[in-house]
């Protein structure tokens, strides 16, 4: 038996339901590095959504922000961040998403974004579409750098200056040609909001695959082009960099990214 649509939904759903529930009490703060942290949030929402997954499909495997991996059949591989946006959740910042994500033999297969905080549900199916609850979304139809309004996310841990210098430079000059690149805060719903048109092109250069499994499916379903920044197809691998946009940008983007 394959997992479907709805069930994912309604796992990220669940998880949501908890994140939103949590949001206003105090937090337990458990730092991973200096810059980079957890809440019990995360945690209670990542066990959720294990516990449905290994309901439903006990053999399968899953990689997991907080847990790490979970060997089961190779063939079926899960991609869980519990919470993307954590810091903006822990400054009760209304932006951030559960995001899950079902490959099988290499191909990423459903992955579903929910938004707690405006009850949306971002959706796609490999080969079927992608959806904001329920409705079909598409890539904006943007021409040119100039039109367009992009988003990025930026690491705040980077112990190389030179490399920050770099990326700040990138950023400013982007800003300078185009309407403007956000820093939202929370990689999956930047690429569903790419998805569904409201914003043209999104690039981070290092992510993990739980940050950009759902989101970057979601955004390839709704006719986005999503490459490496070499502008390779096969993005989702080691660093696991990439930019996806609106198709009549794509190649400007890259240009300027490099
Ligand atoms: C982070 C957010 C952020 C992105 C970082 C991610 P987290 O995820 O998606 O926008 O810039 O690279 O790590 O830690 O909140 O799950
Ligand atoms: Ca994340
Ligand atoms: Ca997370």
Same mark, same amino acid.
């Given at each position: 038996?394959?997992?479907?649509?709805?069930?994912?939904?309604?796992?990220?759903?669940? #998880?949501?339901?908890?994140?939103?529930?949590?949001?206003?009490?105090?937090?337990?703060?458990?730092?991973?590095?200096?810059?980079?942290?957890?809440?019990?949030?995360?945690?209670?929402?990542?066990?959720?959504?294990?516990?449905?997954?290994?309901?439903?499909?006990?053999?399968?495997?899953?990689?997991?922000?907080?847990?790490?991996?979970?060997?089961?059949? #190779?063939?079926?591989?899960?991609?869980?961040?519990?919470?993307?946006?954590?810091?903006?959740?822990?400054?009760?910042?209304?932006?951030?998403?559960?995001?899950?994500?079902?490959?099988?033999?290499?191909?990423?297969?459903?992955?579903?974004?929910?938004?707690?905080?405006?009850?949306?549900?971002?959706?796609?199916?490999?080969?079927?579409?992608?959806?904001?609850?329920?409705?079909?979304?598409?890539?904006?139809?943007?021409?040119?750098?100039?039109?367009?309004?992009?988003?990025?996310?930026?690491?705040?841990?980077?112990?190389?200056?030179?490399?920050?210098? +770099?990326?700040?430079?990138?950023?400013?000059?982007?800003?300078?040609?185009?309407?403007?690149? +956000? +820093?939202?805060?929370?990689?999956?719903?930047?690429?569903?909001?790419?998805?569904?048109? +409201?914003?043209?092109?999104?690039?981070?250069?290092?992510?993990?695959?739980?940050?950009?499994?759902?989101?970057?499916?979601?955004?390839?379903?709704?006719? #986005?082009?999503?490459?490496?920044?070499?502008?390779?197809?096969?993005?989702?691998?080691?660093?696991?960099?990439?930019?996806?946009?609106?198709?009549?940008?794509?190649?400007?983007?890259?240009?300027?990214?490099?």
């Amino acid at each position: 038996m394959e997992p479907t649509l709805n069930q994912v939904i309604a796992w990220a759903k669940a #998880a949501g339901q908890i994140a939103l529930d949590g949001l206003h009490t105090k937090h337990t703060i458990g730092y991973k590095s200096e810059t980079d942290f957890v809440t019990e949030v995360d945690h209670a929402c990542e066990k959720l959504l294990m516990d449905s997954i290994f309901g439903g499909f006990p053999d399968h495997s899953i990689i997991a922000e907080e847990t790490g991996k979970v060997k089961g059949h #190779a063939d079926h591989c899960w991609h869980i961040d519990p919470l993307d946006g954590t810091i903006n959740y822990s400054h009760k910042v209304p932006f951030f998403a559960i995001s899950v994500a079902y490959q099988f033999q290499g191909k990423l297969q459903l992955g579903v974004v929910y938004d707690p905080s405006h009850d949306e549900c971002f959706s796609a199916e490999r080969g079927k579409g992608a959806w904001l609850n329920g409705e079909a979304i598409h890539v904006s139809d943007c021409p040119d750098l100039q039109h367009s309004l992009l988003v990025t996310g930026l690491p705040h841990n980077e112990p190389d200056l030179t490399v920050v210098s +770099r990326r700040m430079e990138i950023f400013g000059r982007i800003t300078n040609i185009t309407q403007g690149v +956000r +820093r939202l805060g929370s990689a999956a719903i930047d690429m569903c909001y790419v998805a569904c048109g +409201r914003l043209d092109g999104y690039w981070e250069e290092k992510i993990n695959s739980w940050d950009i499994a759902a989101g970057s499916l979601i955004c390839k379903e709704a006719g #986005a082009m999503v490459t490496d920044f070499q502008g390779n197809p096969d993005y989702f691998k080691p660093p696991y960099g990439l930019v996806a946009s609106a198709p009549g940008i794509h190649e400007e983007l890259l240009k300027n990214l490099s």
